[in-house]
């Protein structure tokens, strides 16, 4: 199957915590970051999840934002330091292309948000992934 989803990291599921009808699933991804995905429990259930299981996290470029300075007070937990390796605008949009440990992550972002941030090729970002935002996939 061929996705649209740029954004596609290959991990190894750590822990697995339940709730009622969401469970927070962690995954150490292979550049050594942590990413935690919320999924349904049913999920969990028809991936086969388990501490172990190799896994791709999946985030659509519109739900990866970006950060230029110190992130606090926030609720999104899933945050990877990067650079910047290429930008591309459009007439509303940039896409955003920053190198993070063991891969890349793509951010469509406005093109005012680009210029507001003074975004370059080299410049040191977060990226910030709400843990809703990401899905998970196995082979």
Do not use: C, F, H, W
């Not at 259930?45 to 926030?74: H, I, N, Q, Y």
């Amino acid at each position: 199957m061929t996705l649209s989803i740029r954004n596609q990291l290959p991990g190894t599921v750590t822990t697995i915590t339940p709730g009622e009808a969401m469970a927070t699933v962690g995954v150490r991804l292979s550049g050594g970051q942590t990413l935690t995905a919320a999924i349904t429990r049913e999920a969990v259930t028809d991936l086969a999840l388990a501490p172990g299981s190799a896994v791709r996290a999946l985030v659509k470029a519109t739900e990866v934002s970006l950060a230029t300075g110190p992130v606090e007070g926030l609720s999104i937990r899933n945050r990877l330091p990067g650079t910047i390796t290429a930008i591309a605008s459009g007439g509303a949009m940039a896409s955003v292309k920053v190198a993070v440990e063991g891969g890349e992550l793509t951010s469509a972002i406005t093109n005012e948000a680009a210029r507001d941030l003074a975004l370059a090729k080299g410049t040191q970002v977060v990226a910030l992934i709400k843990s809703t935002e990401v899905s998970l996939a196995t082979a």
